[in-house]
């Protein structure tokens, strides 16, 4: 069993930035692809950006070149770097775990908020 846990989000102002964290615990090693979900008021979740334990990175139009995603050797951490935020960015950001069998964990999510 996999637990993921975000942590890192708030309140910012447009053209700020904010770091998410996700720390996973329990059985990490079985982790194959770890990835960022937001939803915003009125819209379906939508993917964010993921890395999988080859380090390859995806990233949604929306935030690529200003969002950058990241984890530690142990891969139990992944970072979320958001940079030049716009209010169309406010979410609730979600972590998401995905085990080599297809098995996937969700964090509670964390709100973010751009707004002057």
């Known amino acids: 069993q996999v637990r993921v846990v975000e942590s890192g989000g708030g309140l910012v102002q447009p053209g700020g930035s904010l770091r998410l964290s996700c720390a996973a615990s329990g059985n990490i090693f079985s982790i194959n692809v770890m990835g960022w979900y937001r939803q915003a008021p009125g819209k379906l979740r939508e993917l964010v950006a993921t890395i999988t334990g080859d380090g390859l990175r995806n990233y949604a139009d929306s935030v690529k070149g200003r969002f950058t995603v990241s984890r530690d050797g142990a891969r139990n951490t992944v970072t979320l770097q958001m940079n030049s935020l716009n209010p169309e960015d406010t979410a609730v950001y979600y972590c998401?775990?995905?085990?080599?069998?297809?098995?996937?964990?969700w964090g509670k999510g964390t709100l973010v908020t751009v707004s002057s």
């Open positions: 998401n775990a995905a085990l080599r069998t297809g098995m996937t964990y």
